[in-house]
């Protein structure tokens, strides 16, 4: 045999079950009365009782554990047993009910599994052994009695074992647990060969649980592998039969009847097939062999390949055989249905370019002293195909061409196709490789494939050779497959992919023909476990936990190559990011050192950056959207370059890269760079940088939920301050440049930024945007130092519809800070902030944690001199109820931030829903100018901030003013 033939041998022998012939008996189940066998001999149980009674298996010697069985000595069965084919003379019992038959004295029983004890019949190594045996084995009680007694006269012998007594165990956490207490016989017929099995008792105690799990197997296992299971306990007939490792459901409600018997039916004798096989047919690819033939009578058919037309040998009667075994100057390959087709098993390979000869037995197993083999075989022969070329590459890849070079396997001629038509999987998910058919019959250089491929090199290779008329940024794949000469082609082939120089205008949209491999054609990556996709609109950086914040991670993911302008280049690309809070996903803010660099290269050593994208410029990466960025540079201007994106993080996020465009940069180009300079309430200044001598600029804006754009702001300086906008409101803005009376750039990329507050306001938290939102940790004092993080994490709630913040530990010293709120320049106006909150999930065991809100001026520390108003434990709401705080203070001017600072120790600390913010000015904080109100109006609290009954009296907060309730 070649090699590659008897390599995969051992590979193939493991798998022998799914070729091995099947065990050729029938079943019979009827129900009669139980009666107890006495007089028979008693085995010595030697105190193995309770769960100990699982783990022993019982020999002429006595009894040993399982766990240290090897070759025990067996039990005489008294007679000639006809089992499976052979003639067995021994027994042994096991403690959970198998029987283990041998045709000599001395036994091997590895096959014993004590955690689920019905496993023993399905073991790799099982073999002669029948039984009924649930899942959870047998459990040894006081009256418990193991026995055999041989009956009956010569030639019509019976052995009968019997199990009395037996406790069934319940699937449950106490091993100690009897749920059955059963009785057991089989029942071994000298005259007929039939193995009989009959229980009792096993209905399931009243009020014992028999948990999920709890199951049978009931059958007889002949070879390894070769076995049949009843598969429900009333079914009668061969119809109950499963040749696989099949169990039935022993539960309260499903159970044998007291009587059920179970006769296992051996089969007639044998008699050799009288008519053969023939019309063998086979066809074959590289590595393997199919075929089919016509059937004769027999019921199975034995398949053997050999390298020559004399297999030396033939199939042994009663002799059963399985792929990879040797017969003459042959190996099985298969062993098939008389409807079944022939094919190669899996890890079985044939040499290339070999000639075999194959050879079809038939046989007759499904019955005693057998199989007996019909000595005529169909026999046919086949060359297999030859190997496919040895490697494919490219090189020299220009606008319109490229060349490639194949190596041959050394002996083939070659078949190279090209296609730019790229594959795609089931889902419509586009795949690395190109779309080609399979090459039959002869072909020239031009001639299209079936199926896909444009044939561009037929012939013995003897050097490189080019491939022209291509379209420029174009991805081109081809495919190699050697040539046998007459027709056909190898089944394994070499390929590789080559995408043209790209010119401008260039686009990558990160939307079109990309699937989970996360890259476009021809594009390159980092560790490729650092890049994935979402087919259909991005492409991002995979890693989102970071070991090691200080080091941080970087990854990249790199173009093809793109020819520049000569004059200049413009980039634009859309850009998002996300960020794993808690079990959610939540928009990415960058922190101080994160940032996203387009650069250029011309060698894959040196790079340029053209564009960053840092906390500067891009505070926060939506997860939902992607923004807009542009660069203009003259950097390598008319060089063939690759883009490189590399993504730097310090903080757990990733970068989501949406559409990427180069451009020529045009005479009059828009401002790059355009941001949010500063935000003073509803005042915006809007900064960009110029790429000319452009003197002036218009500006637009809108709100992000409008349509229409503003009339133009005209500016001749690089910036402008938008007023009077609305608060707390997301816009948008654009720019474009003025650079002659003539000459007017396109708008900008869109900016999008959110006003701050400005009093008076009353923000809907529920749905809001809370990404301007902070979340911190440090301790308060005179001069709190805050670092990003904490225990306080702001969440959509799962499945949308809230936001809420929770704390994942049990202590905390974490703050939620609200954005700038513009309050004027009034140094003597009093303002009140209102908090409203349900309480999710309440604190447990938190004695001493509170809620304290605390005023800073924008710019400035948190102070501890600075506490407008703490929520006690005792005044937090109950869970599933809410609550509403006000506080009061003075003396700030500007812009100012309200933190909101969660402190203490708890067991369990509370989950809030968030559900509004408001503020109000001019709230007079002195006892003299408390009004006079009535208690019907709405929004009533306490002066601790508690939400209290409209009807109370007293001095109360109503609509966010003290009054006098009366």
Same mark, same amino acid.
């Given at each position: 045999?070649?090699?590659?033939?008897?390599?995969?041998?051992?590979?193939?022998?493991?798998?022998?079950?799914? @070729?091995?012939?099947?065990?050729?008996?029938?079943?019979?189940?009827?129900?009669?009365?139980?009666?107890?066998?006495?007089?028979?001999?008693?085995?010595?149980?030697?105190?193995?009782?309770?769960?100990?009674?699982?783990?022993?298996?019982?020999?002429?010697?006595?009894?040993?554990?399982?766990?240290?069985?090897?070759?025990?000595?067996?039990?005489?069965?008294?007679?000639?047993?006809?089992?499976?084919?052979?003639?067995?003379?021994?027994?042994?019992?096991?403690?959970?009910?198998?029987?283990?038959?041998?045709?000599?004295?001395?036994?091997?029983?590895?096959?014993?599994?004590?955690?689920?004890?019905?496993?023993?019949?399905?073991?790799?190594?099982?073999?002669?052994?029948?039984?009924?045996?649930?899942?959870?084995?047998?459990?040894?009680?006081?009256?418990?009695?193991?026995?055999?007694?041989?009956?009956?006269?010569?030639?019509?012998?019976?052995?009968?074992? *019997?199990?009395?007594?037996?406790?069934? *165990?319940?699937?449950?956490?106490?091993?100690?647990?009897?749920?059955?207490?059963?009785?057991?016989?089989?029942?071994?017929?000298?005259?007929?060969?039939?193995?009989?099995?009959?229980?009792?008792?096993?209905?399931?105690?009243?009020?014992?649980?028999?948990?999920?799990?709890?199951?049978?197997?009931?059958?007889?296992?002949?070879?390894?592998?070769?076995?049949?299971?009843?598969?429900?306990?009333?079914?009668?007939?061969?119809?109950?039969?499963?040749?696989?490792?099949?169990?039935?459901?022993?539960?309260?409600?499903?159970?044998?009847?007291?009587?059920?018997?179970?006769?296992?039916?051996?089969?007639?004798?044998?008699?050799?097939?009288?008519?053969?096989?023939?019309?063998?047919?086979?066809?074959?690819?590289?590595? @393997?062999?199919?075929?089919?033939?016509?059937?004769?009578?027999?019921?199975?058919?034995?398949?053997?390949?050999?390298?020559?037309?004399?297999?030396?040998?033939?199939?042994?009667?009663?002799?059963?055989?399985?792929?990879?075994?040797?017969?003459?100057?042959?190996?099985?390959?298969?062993?098939?249905?008389?409807?079944?087709?022939?094919?190669?098993?899996?890890?079985?390979?044939?040499?290339?370019?070999?000639?075999?000869?194959?050879?079809?037995?038939?046989?007759?197993?499904?019955?005693?002293?057998?199989?007996?083999?019909?000595?005529?075989?169909?026999?046919?022969?086949?060359?297999?195909?030859?190997?496919?070329?040895?490697?494919?590459?490219?090189?020299?890849?220009?606008?319109?061409?490229?060349?490639?070079?194949?190596?041959?396997?050394?002996?083939?001629?070659?078949?190279?196709?090209?296609?730019?038509?790229?594959?795609?999987?089931?889902?419509?998910?586009?795949?690395?490789?190109?779309?080609?058919?399979?090459?039959?019959?002869?072909?020239?250089?031009?001639?299209?494939?079936?199926?896909?491929?444009?044939?561009?090199?037929?012939?013995?290779?003897?050097?490189?050779?080019?491939?022209?008329?291509?379209?420029?940024?174009?991805?081109?794949?081809?495919? $190699?497959?050697?040539?046998?000469?007459?027709?056909?082609?190898?089944?394994?082939?070499?390929?590789?992919?080559?995408?043209?120089?790209?010119?401008?205008?260039?686009?990558?949209?990160?939307?079109?023909?990309?699937?989970?491999?996360?890259?476009?054609?021809?594009?390159?990556?980092?560790?490729?476990?650092?890049?994935?996709?979402?087919?259909?609109?991005?492409?991002?950086?995979?890693?989102?936990?970071?070991?090691?914040?200080? @080091?941080?991670?970087?990854?990249?993911?790199?173009?093809?190559?793109? @020819?520049?302008?000569?004059?200049?280049?413009?980039?634009?690309?859309?850009?998002?990011?996300?960020?794993?809070?808690?079990?959610?996903?939540?928009?990415?803010?960058?922190?101080?050192?994160?940032?996203?660099?387009?650069?250029?290269?011309?060698?894959?050593?040196?790079?340029?950056?053209?564009?960053?994208?840092?906390?500067?410029?891009?505070?926060?990466?939506?997860?939902?959207?992607?923004?807009?960025?542009?660069?203009?540079?003259?950097?390598?201007?008319?060089?063939?370059?690759?883009?490189?994106?590399?993504?730097?993080?310090?903080?757990?996020?990733?970068?989501?890269?949406?559409?990427?465009?180069?451009?020529?940069?045009?005479?009059?180009?828009?401002?790059?760079?355009?941001?949010?300079?500063?935000?003073?309430?509803?005042?915006?200044?809007?900064?960009?940088? *110029?790429?000319?001598?452009?003197?002036?600029?218009?500006?637009?804006?809108?709100?992000?939920?409008?349509?229409?754009?503003?009339?133009?702001?005209?500016?001749?300086?690089?910036?402008?301050?938008?007023?009077?906008?609305?608060?707390?409101?997301?816009?948008?803005?654009?720019?474009?440049?003025?650079?002659?009376?003539?000459?007017?750039?396109?708008?900008?990329?869109?900016?999008?930024?959110?006003?701050?507050?400005?009093?008076?306001?009353?923000?809907?938290? $529920?749905?809001?945007?809370?990404?301007?939102?902070?979340?911190?940790?440090?301790?308060?004092?005179?001069?709190?130092?805050?670092?990003?993080?904490?225990?306080?994490?702001?969440?959509?709630?799962?499945?949308?519809?809230?936001?809420?913040?929770?704390?994942?530990?049990?202590?905390?010293?974490?703050?939620?800070?609200?954005?700038?709120?513009?309050?004027?320049?009034?140094?003597?106006?009093?303002?009140?902030?209102?908090?409203?909150?349900?309480?999710?999930?309440?604190?447990?065991?938190?004695?001493?944690?509170?809620?304290?809100?605390?005023?800073?001026?924008?710019?400035?520390?948190?102070?501890?001199?600075?506490?407008?108003?703490?929520?006690?434990?005792?005044?937090?709401?109950?869970?599933?109820?809410?609550?509403?705080?006000?506080?009061?203070?003075?003396?700030?001017?500007?812009?100012?931030?309200?933190?909101?600072?969660?402190?203490?120790?708890?067991?369990?600390?509370?989950?809030?829903?968030?559900?509004?913010?408001?503020?109000?000015?001019?709230?007079?904080?002195?006892?003299?100018?408390?009004?006079?109100?009535?208690?019907?109006?709405?929004?009533?609290?306490?002066?601790?901030?508690?939400?209290?009954?409209?009807?109370?009296?007293?001095?109360?907060?109503?609509?966010?003013?003290?009054?006098?309730?009366?």
């Amino acid at each position: 045999m070649k090699k590659r033939f008897s390599f995969c041998l051992m590979a193939l022998l493991a798998s022998v079950g799914i @070729q091995a012939q099947v065990i050729a008996y029938d079943v019979q189940t009827t129900t009669t009365a139980y009666e107890d066998v006495s007089g028979g001999t008693v085995i010595d149980l030697q105190g193995n009782v309770g769960t100990d009674l699982s783990k022993v298996l019982f020999d002429n010697d006595g009894n040993v554990n399982y766990n240290d069985a090897d070759d025990v000595t067996a039990f005489p069965i008294g007679f000639d047993f006809g089992y499976d084919g052979k003639v067995m003379k021994y027994f042994v019992l096991t403690g959970d009910g198998a029987v283990l038959l041998s045709t000599e004295e001395t036994i091997s029983t590895d096959v014993h599994t004590t955690s689920t004890p019905a496993n023993s019949l399905t073991t790799q190594n099982s073999k002669n052994m029948f039984g009924a045996m649930t899942r959870e084995g047998h459990y040894g009680l006081d009256d418990t009695e193991i026995s055999y007694k041989l009956e009956g006269a010569d030639g019509s012998h019976v052995l009968v074992i *019997q199990y009395k007594n037996i406790g069934l *165990q319940s699937n449950s956490y106490s091993v100690e647990t009897e749920m059955a207490k059963a009785q057991i016989q089989y029942r071994l017929y000298e005259a007929t060969g039939n193995i009989e099995m009959k229980v009792s008792g096993f209905k399931p105690y009243d009020g014992v649980a028999t948990g999920n799990y709890n199951w049978m197997r009931i059958g007889i296992v002949g070879d390894p592998g070769d076995f049949l299971f009843l598969n429900k306990f009333d079914a009668n007939g061969s119809e109950s039969l499963s040749q696989n490792s099949a169990s039935v459901d022993y539960t309260a409600e499903s159970y044998p009847a007291d009587g059920t018997t179970w006769t296992f039916v051996a089969p007639e004798p044998c008699v050799t097939p009288a008519v053969a096989p023939t019309a063998l047919t086979l066809s074959s690819t590289t590595s @393997q062999l199919s075929g089919s033939f016509t059937a004769g009578d027999a019921d199975r058919y034995l398949v053997v390949v050999a390298l020559s037309n004399n297999l030396g040998a033939l199939p042994a009667d009663k002799t059963k055989y399985a792929a990879g075994d040797v017969i003459g100057d042959g190996q099985v390959l298969a062993i098939v249905e008389k409807d079944q087709s022939i094919e190669t098993p899996a890890g079985f390979e044939f040499e290339p370019a070999t000639e075999y000869f194959v050879f079809v037995f038939g046989f007759n197993s499904l019955c005693s002293a057998g199989p007996l083999y019909n000595a005529t075989p169909a026999t046919a022969s086949i060359v297999t195909k030859p190997a496919g070329p040895a490697a494919i590459a490219t090189d020299n890849v220009g606008l319109n061409s490229f060349t490639v070079n194949v190596t041959s396997n050394g002996t083939s001629p070659v078949l190279v196709a090209i296609t730019s038509e790229q594959g795609t999987d089931r889902w419509g998910d586009y795949l690395e490789g190109g779309v080609f058919g399979d090459p039959t019959g002869s072909y020239a250089v031009g001639d299209e494939i079936e199926g896909g491929g444009k044939v561009v090199f037929a012939g013995t290779p003897s050097g490189a050779f080019e491939v022209n008329g291509l379209v420029a940024g174009r991805p081109y794949y081809l495919r $190699a497959w050697s040539s046998d000469g007459n027709g056909g082609y190898s089944s394994e082939y070499v390929e590789t992919i080559a995408v043209t120089v790209g010119v401008l205008p260039w686009t990558a949209a990160m939307d079109e023909k990309i699937g989970y491999n996360a890259i476009l054609p021809g594009w390159t990556k980092s560790d490729p476990d650092e890049w994935s996709s979402q087919p259909g609109e991005y492409i991002y950086s995979n890693v989102t936990f970071i070991e090691d914040e200080e @080091q941080g991670s970087t990854s990249w993911i790199e173009t093809p190559f793109i @020819q520049l302008g000569e004059a200049g280049t413009k980039l634009k690309v859309a850009v998002g990011g996300s960020a794993r809070v808690g079990w959610s996903q939540s928009d990415w803010t960058l922190g101080d050192n994160d940032k996203i660099v387009f650069q250029l290269t011309k060698d894959g050593e040196q790079y340029v950056d053209v564009l960053t994208i840092d906390k500067n410029n891009a505070a926060t990466l939506s997860r939902s959207e992607r923004t807009a960025f542009s660069a203009v540079f003259d950097e390598l201007a008319g060089e063939t370059v690759r883009l490189r994106i590399l993504v730097q993080r310090f903080s757990q996020g990733q970068a989501h890269i949406g559409q990427i465009t180069l451009e020529e940069k045009s005479d009059c180009e828009a401002p790059v760079d355009l941001h949010l300079a500063g935000l003073d309430g509803s005042d915006a200044t809007l900064a960009w940088t *110029q790429q000319a001598e452009e003197g002036s600029w218009e500006v637009s804006y809108k709100k992000a939920a409008d349509d229409e754009w503003s009339e133009p702001l005209l500016t001749n300086e690089p910036q402008v301050v938008i007023t009077d906008l609305q608060g707390a409101t997301n816009y948008q803005v654009r720019v474009r440049s003025l650079c002659s009376e003539t000459s007017v750039s396109s708008w900008s990329e869109a900016f999008a930024f959110k006003t701050g507050y400005t009093v008076p306001f009353v923000t809907d938290l $529920a749905t809001a945007d809370l990404s301007d939102w902070g979340a911190y940790a440090g301790i308060l004092s005179e001069d709190t130092e805050l670092f990003e993080g904490g225990d306080v994490i702001i969440s959509t709630r799962w499945g949308g519809g809230y936001n809420h913040v929770y704390h994942p530990n049990v202590e905390s010293y974490s703050w939620l800070v609200t954005p700038s709120i513009a309050l004027g320049s009034n140094a003597d106006a009093n303002y009140e902030v209102t908090f409203t909150f349900t309480t999710e999930w309440a604190i447990v065991g938190g004695d001493n944690f509170s809620i304290k809100a605390v005023v800073a001026k924008e710019g400035e520390n948190f102070s501890s001199n600075n506490v407008i108003g703490t929520i006690e434990l005792a005044d937090m709401p109950a869970e599933g109820e809410q609550g509403t705080y006000a506080f009061n203070f003075s003396g700030f001017t500007g812009n100012v931030r309200i933190g909101f600072y969660f402190a203490g120790q708890a067991s369990e600390l509370p989950w809030l829903i968030l559900d509004s913010v408001g503020m109000q000015g001019g709230v007079t904080t002195a006892i003299s100018d408390v009004r006079t109100a009535s208690a019907d109006q709405k929004a009533v609290y306490n002066l601790n901030g508690q939400r209290v009954n409209g009807q109370q009296k007293g001095l109360l907060i109503i609509d966010g003013r003290k009054v006098i309730v009366k």
